[in-house]
Protein backbone atom coordinates (compact mmCIF):
# COMPACT_ATOMS: atom_id res chain seq x y z
CA UNK A 1 0.00 0.00 0.00
CA UNK A 2 1.56 3.44 -1.29
CA UNK A 3 -1.07 6.15 -0.46
CA UNK A 4 -2.47 5.20 2.65
CA UNK A 5 -0.38 3.96 5.83
CA UNK A 6 -2.00 0.76 7.64
CA UNK A 7 -0.89 -0.58 10.92
CA UNK A 8 -2.44 -2.79 13.60
CA UNK A 9 -1.49 -2.02 17.46
CA UNK A 10 -2.88 -2.84 20.66
CA UNK A 11 -6.09 -3.70 18.41
CA UNK A 12 -6.35 -0.16 16.76
CA UNK A 13 -6.83 -0.44 13.04
CA UNK A 14 -5.03 2.80 11.99
CA UNK A 15 -5.49 4.13 8.47
CA UNK A 16 -3.40 7.55 7.62
CA UNK A 17 -4.33 8.78 3.98
CA UNK A 18 -1.13 9.32 3.09
CA UNK A 19 -0.78 11.52 -0.41
CA UNK A 20 -0.01 15.09 1.37
CA UNK A 21 1.73 16.65 -1.79
CA UNK A 22 -2.31 16.70 -3.07
CA UNK A 23 -3.94 17.27 0.55
CA UNK A 24 -4.81 13.54 0.94
CA UNK A 25 -6.62 14.03 -2.51
CA UNK A 26 -8.66 10.32 -3.04
CA UNK A 27 -7.29 8.83 -6.64
CA UNK A 28 -8.40 5.43 -7.42
CA UNK A 29 -5.76 3.65 -5.82
CA UNK A 30 -5.94 5.47 -2.86
CA UNK A 31 -9.74 4.37 -2.50
CA UNK A 32 -8.95 0.81 -3.13
CA UNK A 33 -6.28 0.68 -0.63
CA UNK A 34 -8.32 2.14 1.91
CA UNK A 35 -11.20 -0.45 1.10
CA UNK A 36 -8.88 -3.42 1.62
CA UNK A 37 -7.74 -2.42 5.10
CA UNK A 38 -11.29 -1.75 6.01
CA UNK A 39 -11.85 -5.02 5.10
CA UNK A 40 -8.79 -6.37 6.92
CA UNK A 41 -10.36 -4.41 9.85
CA UNK A 42 -14.07 -6.55 9.97
CA UNK A 43 -11.61 -10.08 9.59
CA UNK A 44 -9.00 -9.31 11.76
CA UNK A 45 -10.73 -10.62 15.10
CA UNK A 46 -8.29 -8.97 16.75
CA UNK A 47 -8.71 -5.51 15.18
CA UNK A 48 -11.37 -3.85 17.82
CA UNK A 49 -11.67 -0.83 16.94
CA UNK A 50 -10.68 1.53 14.01
CA UNK A 51 -8.95 4.97 13.63
CA UNK A 52 -8.50 7.07 10.01
CA UNK A 53 -6.38 10.15 9.71
CA UNK A 54 -4.57 11.94 7.19
CA UNK A 55 -0.96 12.83 6.96
CA UNK A 56 0.29 16.68 6.81
CA UNK A 57 -1.77 19.51 6.96
CA UNK A 58 -4.88 17.85 5.45
CA UNK A 59 -7.43 15.31 6.62
CA UNK A 60 -8.30 14.98 2.51
CA UNK A 61 -9.38 17.17 -0.28
CA UNK A 62 -12.02 14.77 -1.71
CA UNK A 63 -11.64 13.33 -5.30
CA UNK A 64 -8.32 14.41 -6.67
CA UNK A 65 -9.32 16.70 -9.74
CA UNK A 66 -6.58 15.90 -12.08
CA UNK A 67 -6.98 12.24 -11.85
CA UNK A 68 -10.74 12.97 -12.20
CA UNK A 69 -10.07 14.11 -15.46
CA UNK A 70 -8.06 11.79 -17.29
CA UNK A 71 -9.46 10.35 -20.19
CA UNK A 72 -11.58 7.59 -20.11
CA UNK A 73 -12.20 8.14 -16.45
CA UNK A 74 -16.11 8.49 -15.73
CA UNK A 75 -17.43 10.00 -12.74
CA UNK A 76 -19.97 7.53 -12.11
CA UNK A 77 -17.76 4.55 -11.56
CA UNK A 78 -15.75 7.05 -9.62
CA UNK A 79 -18.18 7.72 -7.26
CA UNK A 80 -19.47 3.70 -7.15
CA UNK A 81 -16.09 1.90 -7.17
CA UNK A 82 -14.60 4.41 -4.93
CA UNK A 83 -16.39 6.20 -2.53
CA UNK A 84 -19.64 3.71 -1.97
CA UNK A 85 -18.21 0.62 -0.84
CA UNK A 86 -15.83 2.88 1.56
CA UNK A 87 -19.29 4.60 2.68
CA UNK A 88 -20.91 1.05 2.95
CA UNK A 89 -17.91 -0.33 4.68
CA UNK A 90 -17.49 2.36 7.15
CA UNK A 91 -21.44 1.70 8.16
CA UNK A 92 -21.42 -2.12 7.88
CA UNK A 93 -17.83 -2.65 9.92
CA UNK A 94 -19.18 -3.73 13.74
CA UNK A 95 -16.71 -1.83 15.29
CA UNK A 96 -16.47 1.64 16.15
CA UNK A 97 -14.57 3.79 13.73
CA UNK A 98 -13.15 7.49 15.19
CA UNK A 99 -11.66 9.79 12.88
CA UNK A 100 -9.72 12.12 13.64
CA UNK A 101 -9.73 15.01 10.91
CA UNK A 102 -6.38 16.72 11.45
CA UNK A 103 -6.68 19.83 8.83
CA UNK A 104 -9.05 20.79 5.97
CA UNK A 105 -11.92 18.04 5.23
CA UNK A 106 -13.27 19.08 1.47
CA UNK A 107 -15.95 16.92 -0.62
CA UNK A 108 -15.70 13.51 -0.30
CA UNK A 109 -13.25 13.91 2.70
CA UNK A 110 -15.45 15.37 4.63
CA UNK A 111 -18.42 13.09 3.80
CA UNK A 112 -16.27 10.21 4.62
CA UNK A 113 -15.25 11.75 8.04
CA UNK A 114 -19.32 12.23 8.78
CA UNK A 115 -19.89 8.44 7.89
CA UNK A 116 -17.58 7.39 10.71
CA UNK A 117 -18.83 6.82 14.51
CA UNK A 118 -17.02 9.69 16.25
CA UNK A 119 -15.37 12.37 14.29
CA UNK A 120 -13.02 14.40 16.67
CA UNK A 121 -11.22 17.07 14.86
CA UNK A 122 -8.16 19.53 15.45
CA UNK A 123 -8.90 22.79 16.55
CA UNK A 124 -7.23 24.09 12.86
CA UNK A 125 -9.31 21.93 10.97
CA UNK A 126 -12.29 22.87 8.66
CA UNK A 127 -14.97 21.12 6.74
CA UNK A 128 -16.02 22.18 3.13
CA UNK A 129 -18.93 21.04 0.97
CA UNK A 130 -16.99 21.83 -2.07
CA UNK A 131 -18.94 20.22 -4.46
CA UNK A 132 -20.87 22.93 -5.54
CA UNK A 133 -18.30 25.30 -6.41
CA UNK A 134 -17.19 23.03 -9.22
CA UNK A 135 -20.45 21.81 -10.26
CA UNK A 136 -21.33 18.98 -9.00
CA UNK A 137 -23.81 17.31 -6.25
CA UNK A 138 -22.43 15.96 -2.88
CA UNK A 139 -21.70 12.35 -3.22
CA UNK A 140 -20.16 9.95 -0.43
CA UNK A 141 -23.59 10.13 1.75
CA UNK A 142 -23.51 13.74 2.69
CA UNK A 143 -26.84 13.95 1.31
CA UNK A 144 -28.06 11.46 4.24
CA UNK A 145 -26.17 12.01 6.95
CA UNK A 146 -25.65 15.14 6.74
CA UNK A 147 -28.98 16.58 7.24
CA UNK A 148 -29.44 14.14 9.62
CA UNK A 149 -26.56 15.82 12.13
CA UNK A 150 -27.05 19.58 11.70
CA UNK A 151 -30.59 19.67 10.27
CA UNK A 152 -32.20 20.51 6.72
CA UNK A 153 -31.44 24.25 6.84
CA UNK A 154 -27.90 24.17 7.82
CA UNK A 155 -26.81 21.48 5.39
CA UNK A 156 -29.30 23.15 2.60
CA UNK A 157 -26.85 26.50 3.26
CA UNK A 158 -23.84 24.38 3.25
CA UNK A 159 -23.82 22.88 0.64
CA UNK A 160 -25.50 24.91 -2.02
CA UNK A 161 -22.77 27.73 -0.55
CA UNK A 162 -19.82 25.45 -0.25
CA UNK A 163 -19.26 27.51 2.92
CA UNK A 164 -16.44 26.71 5.13
CA UNK A 165 -16.70 25.59 8.62
CA UNK A 166 -14.20 25.94 11.34
CA UNK A 167 -13.79 22.95 14.08
CA UNK A 168 -15.58 24.69 16.57
CA UNK A 169 -18.62 25.55 14.90
CA UNK A 170 -18.36 21.89 13.48
CA UNK A 171 -18.98 21.02 17.00
CA UNK A 172 -21.36 23.30 18.01
CA UNK A 173 -23.23 22.24 14.73
CA UNK A 174 -23.19 18.77 15.94
CA UNK A 175 -20.98 17.57 13.06
CA UNK A 176 -18.52 16.22 14.86
CA UNK A 177 -18.22 15.24 18.86
CA UNK A 178 -15.30 16.82 19.94
CA UNK A 179 -12.36 19.35 18.91
CA UNK A 180 -8.52 19.41 20.58
CA UNK A 181 -5.81 21.43 20.29
CA UNK A 182 -3.93 20.74 16.91
CA UNK A 183 -1.09 19.32 18.86
CA UNK A 184 -2.72 17.05 21.31
CA UNK A 185 -5.25 15.68 18.62
CA UNK A 186 -3.29 12.22 17.15
CA UNK A 187 -2.68 11.13 21.07
CA UNK A 188 -6.43 12.08 22.21
CA UNK A 189 -7.52 9.93 19.07
CA UNK A 190 -5.28 7.18 19.85
CA UNK A 191 -6.57 6.90 23.79
CA UNK A 192 -10.12 6.70 22.83
CA UNK A 193 -9.65 4.02 20.39
CA UNK A 194 -7.18 2.05 21.91
CA UNK A 195 -10.13 2.77 25.44
CA UNK A 196 -12.64 1.21 22.78
CA UNK A 197 -10.51 -1.56 21.77
CA UNK A 198 -11.01 -3.27 25.11
CA UNK A 199 -14.67 -2.13 25.30
CA UNK A 200 -17.48 -5.03 24.78
CA UNK A 201 -16.80 -5.48 20.82
CA UNK A 202 -20.10 -7.18 20.16
CA UNK A 203 -22.40 -5.08 21.90
CA UNK A 204 -20.70 -1.56 20.44
CA UNK A 205 -21.35 -3.59 17.14
CA UNK A 206 -24.73 -4.12 18.03
CA UNK A 207 -25.02 -0.59 18.88
CA UNK A 208 -23.96 0.33 15.46
CA UNK A 209 -26.46 -1.87 13.78
CA UNK A 210 -29.53 -0.87 15.56
CA UNK A 211 -27.88 3.37 15.14
CA UNK A 212 -27.55 2.49 11.25
CA UNK A 213 -31.27 0.76 11.52
CA UNK A 214 -32.92 3.93 13.04
CA UNK A 215 -32.03 6.02 10.29
CA UNK A 216 -35.14 3.94 8.52
CA UNK A 217 -36.98 2.48 11.08
CA UNK A 218 -40.48 3.26 12.85
CA UNK A 219 -40.47 2.71 16.52
CA UNK A 220 -42.03 -0.92 16.44
CA UNK A 221 -39.61 -1.83 14.65
CA UNK A 222 -36.86 -0.50 16.45
CA UNK A 223 -38.06 -1.47 19.81
CA UNK A 224 -38.15 -5.37 17.97
CA UNK A 225 -34.61 -4.97 16.90
CA UNK A 226 -33.71 -3.55 20.74
CA UNK A 227 -35.06 -6.68 22.10
CA UNK A 228 -33.51 -8.84 19.50
CA UNK A 229 -30.13 -7.65 20.14
CA UNK A 230 -30.01 -6.59 24.05
CA UNK A 231 -30.66 -10.57 23.80
CA UNK A 232 -27.53 -11.39 21.75
CA UNK A 233 -25.76 -9.05 24.07
CA UNK A 234 -26.63 -10.54 27.28
CA UNK A 235 -25.47 -13.68 25.99
CA UNK A 236 -21.88 -12.58 25.22
CA UNK A 237 -18.93 -13.19 27.04
CA UNK A 238 -18.44 -9.17 27.91
CA UNK A 239 -21.83 -8.69 29.54
CA UNK A 240 -20.81 -11.76 31.66
CA UNK A 241 -17.71 -10.48 32.56
CA UNK A 242 -18.90 -6.92 33.08
CA UNK A 243 -21.59 -7.75 35.70
CA UNK A 244 -19.35 -10.51 37.57
CA UNK A 245 -16.55 -7.42 37.67
CA UNK A 246 -19.15 -5.22 39.03
CA UNK A 247 -20.30 -7.19 41.79
CA UNK A 248 -16.52 -8.30 42.79
CA UNK A 249 -15.72 -4.32 43.08
CA UNK A 250 -12.95 -5.03 40.32
CA UNK A 251 -12.22 -3.83 36.57
CA UNK A 252 -13.77 -6.14 33.83
CA UNK A 253 -11.55 -7.72 30.99
CA UNK A 254 -13.27 -7.74 28.23
CA UNK A 255 -12.52 -10.04 25.43
CA UNK A 256 -14.79 -8.69 22.49
CA UNK A 257 -16.68 -11.94 22.85
O1 LIG B 1 -14.97 12.57 -10.10
C1 LIG B 1 -15.48 13.35 -9.31
O2 LIG B 1 -15.03 14.49 -9.18
C2 LIG B 1 -16.63 12.88 -8.48
C3 LIG B 1 -16.30 12.80 -7.06
C4 LIG B 1 -16.44 13.88 -6.28
C5 LIG B 1 -16.06 13.85 -4.88
C6 LIG B 1 -15.42 15.16 -4.44
O3 LIG B 1 -14.77 15.14 -3.44
S1 LIG B 1 -15.69 16.57 -5.38
C7 LIG B 1 -14.78 17.82 -4.45
C8 LIG B 1 -13.34 17.80 -4.80
N1 LIG B 1 -12.56 18.65 -3.93
C9 LIG B 1 -12.50 19.96 -4.06
O4 LIG B 1 -13.13 20.57 -4.90
C10 LIG B 1 -11.55 20.69 -3.14
C11 LIG B 1 -10.39 21.30 -3.93
N2 LIG B 1 -9.42 21.87 -3.04
C12 LIG B 1 -9.58 23.06 -2.43
O5 LIG B 1 -10.61 23.72 -2.56
C13 LIG B 1 -8.44 23.55 -1.60
O6 LIG B 1 -7.28 22.87 -1.98
C14 LIG B 1 -8.66 23.35 -0.09
C15 LIG B 1 -9.76 24.31 0.40
C16 LIG B 1 -9.04 21.92 0.25
C17 LIG B 1 -7.36 23.70 0.66
O7 LIG B 1 -6.90 24.97 0.22
P1 LIG B 1 -5.40 25.41 0.53
O8 LIG B 1 -5.27 26.85 0.07
O9 LIG B 1 -5.08 25.12 1.94
O10 LIG B 1 -4.46 24.45 -0.35
P2 LIG B 1 -4.19 24.51 -1.92
O11 LIG B 1 -3.03 25.43 -2.18
O12 LIG B 1 -5.44 24.79 -2.65
O13 LIG B 1 -3.76 23.01 -2.22
C18 LIG B 1 -2.45 22.52 -1.92
C19 LIG B 1 -2.05 21.57 -3.03
O14 LIG B 1 -2.97 20.48 -3.06
C20 LIG B 1 -2.15 22.24 -4.39
O15 LIG B 1 -1.14 21.67 -5.20
P3 LIG B 1 0.22 22.52 -5.53
O16 LIG B 1 -0.19 23.84 -6.09
O17 LIG B 1 0.91 22.65 -4.19
O18 LIG B 1 0.96 21.65 -6.51
C21 LIG B 1 -3.50 21.80 -4.88
O19 LIG B 1 -3.61 21.80 -6.28
C22 LIG B 1 -3.57 20.39 -4.35
N3 LIG B 1 -4.97 19.96 -4.18
C23 LIG B 1 -5.84 20.41 -3.25
N4 LIG B 1 -7.01 19.81 -3.43
C24 LIG B 1 -6.88 18.99 -4.48
C25 LIG B 1 -5.58 19.08 -4.97
N5 LIG B 1 -5.16 18.39 -6.03
C26 LIG B 1 -6.05 17.57 -6.62
N6 LIG B 1 -7.32 17.43 -6.20
C27 LIG B 1 -7.78 18.10 -5.14
N7 LIG B 1 -9.04 17.94 -4.70
Redesign the pocket.
Known sequence: MNNILFSITNGVGKIVLNRP???N?FNMNMAKEMQAALDDCVATSHVRSVLITGEGR?FS??????A?IEPGVE?KQ??REQ?NPIILKLREIEKPVVCAVNG?A????ANIAFACDIVLAATSASF?Q??S??G?IP??AGTFFLPRLIGLQRASALMMLGDKVTAQQAMEYGMIYKIFPDESLMAEAEKMAAMLATMPTKGIGYTKRLLNASLNHDLKEQLQMEEELQDAAAKTHDHKEGVKAFLEKRKPIFKGE
Open positions: EVLSAAGQDLAAIIVYVAGAGIAFKILDS
